[in-house]
């Protein structure tokens, strides 16, 4: 979460929380990865943030330059879906990363969601933001593991938006007033931005995606 991110979120693109959750929507095809191998072909870059992809690991990262910004986006929209990847942190300070959703490819109102992905003792936590927090989640970190690989599975459905962190859940929110464009299907953002003077990394990987439909239906995860 940076608000120096801001500039780069509204550029238009043209080309119980139990184990077994009820799912109100209906599964619309298969699981997809949105990485395959090393493809970067599905995402777009934009900043000065440098992005690469190797044995299956995609790193994000300043490039030694703290003042390197930059959001991956997928070049697919998205509008219900079930999200689920893995991600490992530098552990510096605030340097944080985030998964922005619902992000419009045009005439963006403002913020989209972001699922930040940081450390809750910096302030950072595994959380829900937009402009402000909507579910601080990990907030005391006592879930996510530091330099390690985090399991993280984010359901969003309508307005309703879960997320669990190491098969925990950490968030439970539904937006009262949802605007108009975060009721469309939009992109998906990986973020990375230098915090504190420190250039930081950020990496993910098994980033796997399944759209949803409304409707009645039960999945498992």
């Given amino acids: 979460m940076k608000l ?4 780069l979120l509204l550029v238009p693109i043209a080309t119980n929380l139990a184990a077994e959750p009820d799912i109100s929507a209906k599964i619309q095809g298969k699981s997809k ?3 395959p191998g090393n493809d970067l072909s599905q995402w777009q870059s934009i900043g000065s943030a440098k992005w690469q992809a190797k044995d299956g690991i995609l790193t994000g990262g300043q ?4 003042k390197h910004s930059g959001i991956l986006i997928t070049r697919e929209t998205f509008g219900d879906f079930d999200l689920t990847l893995e991600f490992k942190i530098d552990e510096h300070g605030k340097y944080n ?15 989209p969601y972001q699922l930040n992905l940081g450390r809750g003792v910096a302030g950072e936590p595994v959380g829900l933001h937009m402009y402000k927090w909507l579910d601080k989640g990990d907030e005391k970190d006592l879930v996510r593991k530091p330099l390690q690989w985090n399991k ?3 359901l969003v459905i309508g307005p309703h938006i879960r ?21 469309q299907p939009g992109t998906i953002g990986l973020q990375t931005y230098g915090a504190e003077g ?4 950020v990496q993910f990987r098994n980033i796997k995606i399944q759209k949803l439909n409304h409707g009645k239906a039960q999945r498992t995860p």
């Fill in 63 to 66: 490039n030694g330059n703290p």
């Fill in 152 to 154: 993280i599975r984010l």
């Fill in 163 to 183: 997320a669990w962190l190491n098969d925990t859940p950490i968030v439970n929110y539904t937006d009262p007033m949802p605007r108009p464009d975060l009721q």
């Fill in 198 to 201: 420190h250039a930081g990394w």
């Fill in 33 to 35: 990865s949105l990485l």
């Fill in 4 to 7: 120096s991110l801001i500039a």
């Fill in 97 to 111: 990363s985030g998964i922005y959703f619902r992000r419009a490819k045009s005439n963006p109102l403002g913020h």
